[in-house]
């Protein structure tokens, strides 16, 4: 029953979102990482719609493939997503591309892996909780101990780099990976206690910083 109310949830969720971003004329940039261009939530658009109903404000639904915590981002014409279904010892990841103007899913890339779920009745919790990024020719997809993935648009699948697969945290895994120049930057605290820094084009380690401290983190790091 509890993954059947979060799958409800979080589909009904990204309608809302998504009816913001496809509202006619309104957007004036991509939402291309977890809270917004600037990290800060803050979006330069005017005049955004503020109340929402079954019908109000609503352009279309779609189910997804499974239940998720991460944010929707969008890149142009396509929104990328993240879900999770599958048994505790048989996850299944997907990332899902939707094309924002009709709701219909162009392609769904499936991850295998074991669980990061957490302990003490939060095993749903970090198997679909980074929010991708992306930089308008990629998309990078974290999901914890099953490693990042580039993906181009078209949803080919470019690199992948494996991260670790130290015990998660009470509550499982969630930093969202950002980019900085030519890097992708990820908080692998619960994979195996770092910050590293990825090639964006290759996927090669540039630098790791040992870091055990973030062990039971879920912020993602900000490049001020």
């Known amino acids: 029953m509890r993954n059947g109310r979060f799958r409800v949830v979080d589909t009904l969720l990204l309608l809302v979102v998504f009816a913001w971003h496809t509202f006619p004329g309104l957007y004036a940039e991509d939402w291309s990482r977890f809270r917004g261009p600037r990290g800060n939530g803050s979006s330069s658009d005017k005049q955004v719609p503020t109340e929402w109903s079954d019908s109000k404000n609503i352009k ?55 669980s990061d779920g957490g302990d003490r009745g939060a095993s749903n919790h970090g198997q679909a909780s980074h929010t991708p990024v992306s930089d308008g020719e990629r998309v990078y997809a974290m999901f914890g101990s099953s490693g990042v993935i580039a993906f181009d648009l078209s949803g080919k699948q470019l690199w992948k780099q494996d991260l670790g697969n130290e015990r998660a945290a009470r509550f499982g895994t969630a930093s969202s990976p950002i980019l900085h120049r030519d890097h992708l930057i990820v908080t ?19 630098w790791k910083t040992e870091a055990g401290s973030l062990s039971g983190t879920y912020s993602t790091p900000l490049i001020v």
């Open 188 to 206: 692998a605290g619960a994979e195996s206690e770092s910050i590293r820094a990825l090639d964006k084009k290759t996927g090669k380690e540039v």
């Open 60 to 114: 279309w639904k779609l189910r997804l493939p499974g239940a998720g915590f991460s944010s929707p981002i969008v890149v142009g014409e396509r929104i990328f997503v993240t879900s999770f279904s599958g048994s505790r010892n048989r996850v299944k990841r997907q990332l899902v591309c939707v094309d924002r103007q009709t709701g219909v899913a162009a392609w769904t890339k499936v991850v295998d892996g074991v």
